[in-house]
C-alpha cells in the first residue's frame, strides 16, 4: 500500500502538479513583472531597470491619496455588479425560453444575438452617445450598465442555452406535472442545476465590464470614471507614469479575483449536489 | 428514475391542457425573451442600422454638413485599398492562430484544474488573471516585457543563448503580430480554462467510474466522455469567443497601433482608426459593415458545421 | 468620495450664492501628465473668486483627448471650454466648434502680459482668434557641462562642431574596453523625429511636406545615420529608445548630450545636479530647426454661458494662475509677469528656451503629420538606423506620405 501511494503521489505530481505549475509560470510571470515594477522607484526604473532593492509602496499610497483611485474602483465596481445582474436576469430566461420552447424565428432571434456583437463597437459610439444624451444619462451608472449589458447579453443567452440544454428535459417536466408552473420549474429545477453555467456566465460578464474601456470613456465624465479611464490618464503626452500604471494594474486585477477565489466552490459543486445524482 | 419515465407523456399533457394553457404555452416564450431582446434591439440595433446607413454616404465626422448619399462607393473604395486586404488577412492570421491556441492551453489548463491536488482553489483563483486585467494595463505591460532595452524577455532568451542580440518585438514587422497573437493567447486562455472548466463539472463522475469499471484507459475516458460532456459549452465558446477576438483591437491599438507600417492592422482597428482618428465614419462604416458580413457568413458555416448550437 | 462630496458643497454654496446674480457652470477638459489632480486647487481659487460661476475640470486621458472631444461635439455634448493644440484647430473651426475670442482678448487686461508672438502663433489662417496659449515648450539640446570641461569642449553651435565633440564625448571611461559613455542620445522609437528633425529640417533646401527629398534633406537623415553607424556615438539601443530611454541614459551618465525641453530639467537636475546645461540645437546646413510645443484654451461655441466660460480661460492665462498652471504640468508659463518670476526651473534651462524660441516651429499641420509621427518616421528611422534601408529611401517614404 506504502509504495502504491508513493508511486501514484509521483505520478501525480508529474502529471498534474508539475505541469500546473508550468502554466501558473506563464499566466503570473508578467503579472509579477508588473509589480516587481510597480514597487521599484521611479528614479531606478529607468537606470537600473525593475527590481526589489528599495521596493517602495509609494506607487501604491499615491494612486489612492492624490490619483483617487478608490473612487474609481467604487464606480467600476458598482457598473460590473449592476451589469452582472441585469445582464444575467435579462439572459437566464432568454436561455430558458430558447432551450425549452420551440418557436416562430428562434433560430433568427439567436442568430440575431451573434450579429449584435459581431459590429465593431467603435461606430455605435456615436449613436449610442446621441441616444443617452437625449435621455439625459450621461455620466451615470445606469448608461454604462445598460451599455454593457448589450455587450454581455448575447454572450449571456448562448451560454446559457448551452449549460440549460445540458440539462433534461424530463426534469422540468417531471416538476410541471407534480403541480409547479413553468417559471416554477425554471426556478426550483432548471436555476439550481445550472448554478456552475450562471457563476461562470457572471464572472464574464464581470470581467468584460470591468475592463471595458470605450463606453466608459464616452459615457463616462466627471462622475463616473472607471478604472480603466482612470489607469489611462496616466498615460500622458510626454511619459507613461509606469509606476503608477502597474501599481493600477495590480490593484485592478483583485476584485476580479478575489470575486472568483469566493464562488469557485459554487462552480464545483453545481450538479454533483441536488436531483440528477439521484 | 421517474422523470424518465415522464418525458414521453409529459409535454403531450401539458399541450393537450385547456385553451388558456395553450396560449400561455405560445406567449411565454417571447415574453420571457422580451426584456434582452429589447435591449439589445434599442442600444446596438437602431445604432447599427444607422451605421449601416452612413456606409452609403460620404461622411466625415468635421465637416457635418456634407452628407451626401454615393451609394456603394465606400465599398468599391475598399475593395481597391491595398490596407483593406492587408487588414483581412491579418486579421485571418490573428485568428486563426488566437484562438487554437487559447483553446488548447485553456483544455489543459481546465483539465489540469478538475484533478485533485491540494493546492487547486489557489490554483483556480490565480488562474483567470490575465483575463481579469484591464486591456489597456495587459497591452502596455507587454510592451515593457517585450522592450528591447529594460525588457525580460530579452534578457531570459539572451540568458539562455537562444538569441545573440536582444529583438525589437515589436518594431519589427516580422515579429510584430506574433508578439501580438502571444500577448492574446496570454490573456484569453483563462476564459476557456474558466468555461471548460464549468462544462467539466457538469459531467457525473459515476460515468467515468462506469468506464474504468469497464477498463477504459485514460485517453479512452478522455475520447468518450469528457470530449462530448464539454463538446456543447466548446462549441459555444469557441464561436463567442471568435467573434469576441475577431473584434477587439484596444491590445494591438495599444502595443503598435497597426505598426510598424501596416504589420499589425486587422479588419476592426482599420476601422476604428478610419473612423475615430481621421473621423472619416462614412468609410469607416463601410469598413464595419462589410466585416460584420464576413463574420457573420463564418459564423453560419460554422454553425452549419456543428450544426447543434442552435437547436 | 471626499473630492465629491466637497464639489457638491461647493454647487451648493455656488447655488446659494447665485441667488443673486446668475448661476452657471462651466465644463472644462484637458489633460495633464501630472497624475496628482492639481487642477483643484485653481478651480476653488476661480470659484472664490467668482461665487456665481461653477467649474467641472475634468482630466481626460491623452491617447483618446481629440477622438473624444470631437465625439462629444458631434454628439451635441460639448465641454465649455477645453485645452486645445494647434494641429486640431482647421478640424475644429470646420466643425464650427470654436468661438472666435479676439474681441475678447483685445479688451481683456492680462493681454499685455502675454509674452510677445505667442498670440501670433496661435492665429487661425482665418486671421481670427480661437485659441488663448496657456503654456508652451520648446526644445533644446541638454549637455553636461563638466564632461565638456574635461576635454576641453566648446558647446557645438554648429552640425559639424556637434559631430567632433560627440565623437570626443563617447568614451571608455575606466578601460575596460567597453564604451560607457556616448556622445549623444538619441531618440529613435516614435517620438523621436524631433531629433531627426533638428539635424535635418534646419537645412536650406529642406522641407517636410515640399522637398524631402533634396539633397539637403537626404544630407540630413545621413547625418543621423552616420553617427550611429560610422561614429558609433549612439548608445546601440537608440533605434528603439524612446523618451524614457533617453532621458534615463542621460541622467545616468550614459550620453553626454540629448534633445528635449524644459518639462525634463528638474529631474536632471535632481540627478546630475550642476552637472547638466542647456543650449539651442546646433545650426545645421545653414539652419537651425526646432520643435514648439503648443497649448491653448479655447471656448467652444456650444458653450451656454460663453462670458462664464471665458472668464474661466483667461484667468488660467493670467499672471499667477498662470504659473500654477505651469507648476502642474512642469512646462513655461505664457505671462511675462510669471516668466521673470518664473523659479520652478533653473534659470540656464528657461533661458535656452528662450533663446530657441525664434526659430521654433510646428509640423505641418497636415492630416499625413500624424502618420509621419506614429508610423511613418519611426519605422523609417529604425530601418535606417539598422542598415535595411539607406537615407534616400527613408526620405523617399516620407515624400511618398505626404505626396498622397
Known amino acids: 500500500m506504502m509504495a502504491l501511494g508513493k508511486r501514484s503521489l509521483r505520478r501525480r505530481l508529474l502529471t498534474v502538479d508539475l505541469p500546473m505549475a508550468l502554466v501558473l509560470v506563464f499566466t503570473l510571470g508578467p503579472y509579477l513583472w508588473m509589480f516587481v515594477t510597480s514597487v521599484t522607484p521611479e528614479s531606478r526604473l529607468f537606470t537600473e531597470g525593475p527590481s526589489l532593492v528599495q521596493a517602495t509602496i509609494d506607487n501604491y499610497t499615491r494612486l489612492f491619496r492624490t490619483v483617487g483611485f478608490g473612487d474609481n474602483l467604487l464606480d467600476s465596481f458598482i457598473v460590473a455588479a449592476g451589469t452582472v445582474v441585469v445582464g444575467l436576469s435579462l439572459s437566464v430566461t432568454a436561455a430558458y425560453s430558447f432551450s425549452r420552447f420551440s418557436f416562430r424565428g428562434k433560430r433568427v432571434l439567436m442568430l440575431q444575438f451573434l450579429l449584435i456583437n459581431m459590429f465593431p463597437l467603435v461606430l455605435l459610439i456615436l449613436p449610442l452617445f446621441v441616444v443617452m444624451r437625449i435621455l439625459g444619462l450621461l455620466d451615470t451608472h445606469f448608461a454604462l450598465i445598460i451599455a454593457n449589458s448589450t455587450i454581455a447579453i448575447p454572450f449571456s443567452v448562448w451560454m446559457m442555452v448551452s449549460y440549460m440544454n445540458g440539462i433534461p428535459r424530463s426534469l422540468d417536466e417531471a416538476a410541471m406535472t407534480d403541480g409547479c408552473t413553468r417559471l416554477g420549474a425554471l426556478r426550483r429545477v432548471v436555476l439550481p442545476l445550472c448554478v456552475p453555467g450562471i457563476i461562470a456566465t457572471g464572472i464574464y460578464i464581470f470581467i468584460t465590464s470591468w475592463n471595458e474601456y470605450l463606453y466608459a470613456l464616452t459615457l463616462g465624465g466627471q462622475d463616473v470614471r472607471t478604472i480603466t479611464v482612470a489607469v489611462q490618464t496616466l498615460i500622458g503626452e510626454y511619459e507613461v507614469q509606469w509606476g503608477l500604471l502597474t501599481a493600477g494594474g495590480i490593484v485592478g486585477a483583485m476584485p476580479a479575483t478575489v470575486l472568483f477565489l469566493l464562488v469557485q466552490k459554487r462552480l464545483i459543486s453545481g450538479l454533483t449536489q441536488g436531483a440528477v445524482k439521484g | ?311 | 468620495m471626499r473630492q465629491k462630496t466637497l464639489g457638491l458643497a461647493a454647487s451648493l454654496l455656488a447655488l446659494t450664492a447665485g441667488m443673486a446674480s446668475a448661476e452657471s457652470t462651466v465644463r472644462f477638459w484637458y489633460h495633464f501628465d501630472n497624475a496628482d489632480n492639481p487642477m483643484d486647487e485653481l478651480v476653488s481659487t476661480f470659484e472664490e473668486q467668482n461665487p456665481e460661476i461653477t467649474v467641472e475640470a475634468e482630466n481626460i486621458p491623452w491617447n483618446s483627448y481629440y477622438d473624444n472631444l470631437y465625439t462629444s461635439i458631434i454628439g451635441g455634448n460639448a465641454p465649455d471650454a477645453a485645452m486645445v493644440k494647434m494641429f486640431a484647430q482647421p478640424r475644429l473651426i470646420e466643425m464650427g466648434a470654436l468661438e472666435p475670442i479676439g474681441d475678447r482678448i483685445d479688451s481683456w487686461e492680462g493681454k499685455d502680459d502675454l509674452q510677445d508672438n505667442l498670440l501670433e502663433l496661435t492665429v487661425a489662417e482665418d486671421g481670427s482668434s480661437y485659441y488663448l496659449p496657456v503654456q508652451y515648450v520648446v526644445l533644446y539640446m541638454y549637455y553636461r557641462p563638466d564632461m565638456f570641461e574635461e576635454l576641453g569642449l566648446e558647446v557645438p553651435q554648429t552640425c559639424e562642431e556637434f559631430r567632433e565633440a560627440a565623437n570626443a564625448l563617447t568614451r571608455d571611461t575606466d578601460d575596460d574596453g567597453q564604451t560607457d559613455v556616448y556622445g549623444f542620445g538619441f531618440r529613435g522609437g516614435k517620438g523621436g523625429h524631433d531629433h531627426w528633425a533638428s539635424f535635418t529640417l534646419g537645412r536650406e533646401g529642406a522641407d517636410l511636406t515640399d522637398n524631402i527629398e533634396s539633397e539637403a534633406a537626404v544630407a540630413g537623415t545621413q547625418f543621423v545615420v552616420d553617427l550611429f553607424r560610422e561614429d558609433g556615438v549612439f548608445p546601440p539601443s537608440a533605434p528603439n529608445d524612446g523618451f524614457q530611454e533617453t532621458i534615463g541614459a542621460f541622467k545616468a551618465g550614459k550620453t553626454a548630450m540629448t534633445i528635449h525641453h524644459i518639462g525634463s530639467a528638474n529631474g536632471m537636475v535632481e540627478a546630475l545636479g550642476d552637472k547638466v546645461s542647456a543650449a539651442p540645437v546646433p545650426e545645421c546646413g545653414g539652419g537651425r530647426w526646432t520643435a514648439y510645443g503648443d497649448e491653448s484654451t479655447a471656448v467652444m461655441s456650444s458653450a451656454e454661458d460663453k462670458d462664464a466660460a471665458w472668464k474661466w480661460i483667461s484667468f488660467l492665462s493670467e499672471a499667477g494662475n498662470n504659473a500654477l498652471f505651469n507648476e502642474a504640468t512642469g512646462q513655461l508659463p505664457v505671462t511675462k509677469t510669471d516668466r521673470d518670476e518664473w523659479s520652478l526651473h533653473p534659470k540656464r534651462f528657461v533661458e535656452a528656451t528662450a533663446e530657441s524660441l525664434p526659430f521654433a516651429n510646428l509640423l505641418p499641420n497636415r492630416p499625413e503629420t500624424s502618420d509621419f509621427v506614429n508610423t511613418v518616421w519611426p519605422v523609417a528611422m529604425q530601418r535606417a538606423l539598422t542598415g535595411e534601408i539607406t537615407a534616400e529611401e527613408m526620405n523617399a517614404e516620407i515624400a511618398e506620405l505626404y505626396s498622397e
Open chain 2, 1 to 311: 428514475m421517474t422523470a424518465q419515465d415522464h418525458s414521453a407523456t409529459g409535454p403531450a399533457r401539458a399541450e393537450a391542457g385547456t385553451g388558456r394553457h395553450k396560449l400561455g404555452r405560445r406567449v411565454l416564450p417571447y415574453a420571457m425573451l422580451s426584456p434582452a431582446v429589447i435591449v439589445t434591439l434599442a442600444i446596438v440595433f437602431f445604432p447599427m442600422l444607422q451605421t449601416a446607413w452612413m456606409s452609403l454616404h460620404e461622411y466625415v465626422l468635421f465637416r457635418p454638413d456634407d452628407f451626401t448619399f454615393i451609394g456603394f462607393e465606400n465599398f468599391v473604395t475598399a475593395f481597391n485599398d491595398e490596407v483593406f486586404w492587408i487588414s483581412l488577412w491579418h486579421t485571418i492570421i490573428w485568428i486563426g492562430i488566437t484562438i487554437p491556441a487559447q483553446v488548447l492551453l485553456g483544455l489543459v489548463t481546465a483539465l489540469l484544474l478538475n484533478q485533485e491536488f491540494p493546492w487547486r482553489p489557489v490554483a483556480r483563483a490565480l488562474i483567470i488573471i490575465p483575463w481579469a486585467l484591464p486591456s489597456v494595463v495587459i497591452a502596455l505591460m507587454w510592451v515593457w516585457i517585450y522592450d528591447s532595452n529594460y525588457g525580460v524577455l530579452n534578457d531570459f532568451l539572451l540568458r539562455l543563448g537562444l538569441i545573440e542580440q536582444a529583438v525589437p518585438w515589436l518594431a519589427n514587422p516580422d515579429t510584430a503580430l506574433g508578439a501580438i497573437i502571444l500577448t492574446l493567447t496570454w490573456q484569453g486562455f483563462p476564459f476557456f480554462a474558466v468555461m471548460i472548466l464549468a462544462g467539466l463539472q457538469s459531467i457525473p463522475k459515476s460515468y467515468y467510474e462506469a468506464a474504468s469499471l469497464d477498463g477504459a484507459s485514460t485517453w479512452q475516458q478522455f475520447r468518450y466522455i469528457t470530449l462530448p460532456g464539454i463538446s456543447g459549452v466548446l462549441v459555444t465558446s469557441v464561436l463567442l469567443r471568435t467573434i469576441w477576438v475577431a473584434n477587439s483591437f484596444d491590445v494591438i491599438f495599444v502595443m503598435t497601433g497597426g505598426g510598424p507600417g501596416y504589420a499589425t492592422y486587422t479588419l476592426p482597428l482599420y476601422a476604428f482608426v478610419k473612423a475615430r482618428t481621421n473621423l472619416d465614419f462614412g468609410y469607416g462604416s463601410a469598413l464595419a459593415v462589410l466585416f460584420t458580413m464576413l463574420l457573420m457568413v463564418i459564423v453560419l458555416l460554422y454553425l452549419r458545421r456543428t450544426g447543434k448550437a442552435v437547436e
